[in-house]
C-alpha cells in the first residue's frame, strides 16, 4: 500500500523531530549527570572503582567508555526513531484500510483492497486480507440470496401456469354443465369426466410440490430401515406389468435370484423407482424393453439401473432433466400429463441417502443410474416418521 507524497513528508518530518528531541534528551542526561558527578565525590569514586574494574586497561580513563556510552546512547536513539516511524506506517496503512473500507461500504462492491506484499506488515496485511475474504463472502451470500429469490419466482410462475391450464379447463367444462350446454347424457358424463381428470392433474401438481419441498430441506429425516433391494425390484415389475403390457413392453429386473440387503428409506426410495419406471414406460413408448439391475460396485457403491429403449433424450436435455418442471420439448406437447417434478424428487431423495442419480442416453438406450452409498452415513440413519 502507498503512501501519500503529505504522508510521506508528515514521516520524514516526524523521524527528523524524534531525533532531535531524543538528542536533547541524551544530552540533559549528561550534563545532569555530569553536574550531580561534579557535586558529589562519593559518586565519583565509585564510577572509578567500576570503571577500573571493568575495563581499567582498555578503557583508559576519560576515552573510550565515554565514547561507547554515547555510541549506545546514539543506537537506542535510532531504534526509537524506527520503531516510531513504522507504528506510524502501520497507522497510515490503517487510515488507507478504513478509507478503502467506507469506499466498498458506499456500494463499490467489486473494489478489493490492494496491500503491497513487501510493505505491509503481517497484520495490516492480515486485516486487508480479511476484510478482502468478507467482503468475497457477502457477495456470494447476496448472489445466492438473488439466486434463491430467482428460483422462488420461476416457482411461483411455473406453479401457477401449471395449475392456470387444468383450472381454465375444468372451469369451462363445469360452465358448460351449468349453462346446459351438451346435447346428450353422453356428453354430460364426457364434460364431467374431463373436469375430474383435470382436477386430479391439479392435485397431482400439489401433492408433488408438497413432496418436492419436503424433501428438498436437508433436514428432512429419513427412516433408515434393512431392506432386500431384488425383492423391491421384483415387486415394482409386478405393479406395473399391466401397464407395461398396455403399451407392449416387457419389464423385467434382472439377476434377482439372491436377496441384495442394503439400509435404505424404503417408502422414499419407492417413490423414486416408481417415477423412473413410469417415465421408462411414459417417455418410451415405441421402445420394447424396461430393465431393473441393481449391482454391488465396489465396497462404498451401489447402483441400480433402470433403463429403457426407445428415444434417445437429446444431449442437452440431459443437463436438464433433474430441474424442477424441466420436461422435453416433445413430452410437454405430448399429453403424457408429468408435472416435470419425478426426477427433481427423486433427485433429492438420493441426495438425500448421500448418493446421486446419473443419466445416459444414445440411440439404443436410456438408462437413470441410481448410485447409493453401500453404508448409509450415520447421520442419515433415522428411524422416526416424518
Ligand atoms: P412427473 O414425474 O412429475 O409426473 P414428468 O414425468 O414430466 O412429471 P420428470 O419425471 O421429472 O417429470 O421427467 C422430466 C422429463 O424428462 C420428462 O418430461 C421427459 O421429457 C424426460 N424423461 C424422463 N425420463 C425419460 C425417459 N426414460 N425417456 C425419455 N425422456 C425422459
Ligand atoms: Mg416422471
Given at each position: 500500500m502507498k503512501l501519500t507524497g503529505k504522508e510521506r513528508t508528515e514521516l520524514v518530518l516526524e523521524g527528523i523531530f524524534t531525533f532531535v528531541l531524543l538528542i536533547l534528551l541524551n544530552l540533559s542526561i549528561i550534563i545532569l549527570f555530569n553536574q550531580m558527578v561534579a557535586a558529589n565525590p562519593g559518586i565519583r569514586d565509585g564510577i572509578f572503582i567500576i570503571r577500573y574494574s571493568i575495563g581499567g586497561v582498555h578503557f583508559p580513563m576519560g576515552t573510550g567508555l565515554r565514547q561507547a556510552l554515547l555510541a549506545a546512547m546514539l543506537v537506542i536513539d535510532i531504534i526509537v526513531v524506527i520503531w516510531r516511524l513504522i507504528r506510524r506506517y502501520n497507522q497510515y496503512q490503517l487510515h488507507h484500510i478504513i478509507d478503502e473500507l467506507h469506499y466498498i461500504a458506499?456500494?463499490?462492491?467489486e473494489h478489493r483492497i490492494n496491500f503491497g506484499a513487501k510493505t505491509s506488515s503481517n497484520s495490516v496485511k492480515n486485516v486487508a486480507e480479511s476484510i478482502n475474504a468478507l467482503v468475497d463472502s457477502v457477495i456470494k451470500t447476496m448472489n445466492d440470496e438473488r439466486k434463491i429469490e430467482h428460483s422462488k419466482d420461476e416457482l411461483i410462475t411455473n406453479v401457477s401456469h401449471d395449475l392456470r391450464t387444468p383450472l381454465t379447463s375444468i372451469l369451462g367444462y363445469l360452465g358448460l354443465i351449468q349453462d346446459k350446454q351438451y346435447n346428450s347424457e353422453a356428453d354430460l358424463v364426457k364434460y364431467a369426466n374431463i373436469a375430474y381428470l383435470k382436477a386430479k392433474q391439479m392435485k397431482s401438481l400439489v401433492d408433488n410440490l408438497f413432496e418436492f419441498t419436503k424433501v428438498r430441506q436437508t433436514s428432512t429425516k429419513l427412516t433408515i430401515n434393512k431392506l432386500d433391494l431384488n425383492q423391491m425390484l421384483e415387486q415394482l415389475v409386478a405393479s406395473f406389468e399391466l401397464e407395461a403390457k398396455k403399451y407392449d413392453i416387457e419389464i423385467t429386473a434382472l439377476d434377482t435370484d439372491h436377496p441384495f440387503v442394503i439400509e435404505a428409506d424404503a417408502e422414499k426410495l419407492g417413490r423414486v423407482f416408481n417415477n423412473l419406471i413410469s417415465n421408462a414406460l411414459k417417455y418410451a413408448r415405441d421402445g420394447k424393453l424396461v430393465t431393473l439391475k441393481a449391482s454391488?460396485?465396489?465396497?462404498n457403491e451401489i447402483i441400480i439401473d433402470v433403463s429403457n429403449d426407445g428415444p434417445q433424450i437429446p444431449e442437452k436435455a440431459l443437463n436438464q432433466?433433474?430441474?424442477?418442471?424441466?420436461?422435453?420439448e416433445e413430452s410437454r406437447n405430448?399429453?403424457?400429463?408429468?408435472?416435470?417434478l419425478g426426477l427433481a424428487i427423486a433427485q433429492s431423495i438420493i441426495q438425500l441417502h448421500g448418493g446421486y442419480i446419473s443419466v445416459t442416453s444414445d440411440e439404443d438406450l436410456t438408462t437413470f443410474s441410481v448410485h447409493l452409498p453401500a453404508k448409509p452415513n450415520e447421520k442419515l440413519s433415522y428411524n422416526e416418521e416424518l
Open positions: 458506499n456500494g463499490h462492491l454391488q460396485v465396489n465396497d432433466i433433474f430441474e424442477r418442471f424441466y420436461r422435453v405430448k399429453d403424457t400429463g408429468g408435472t416435470g
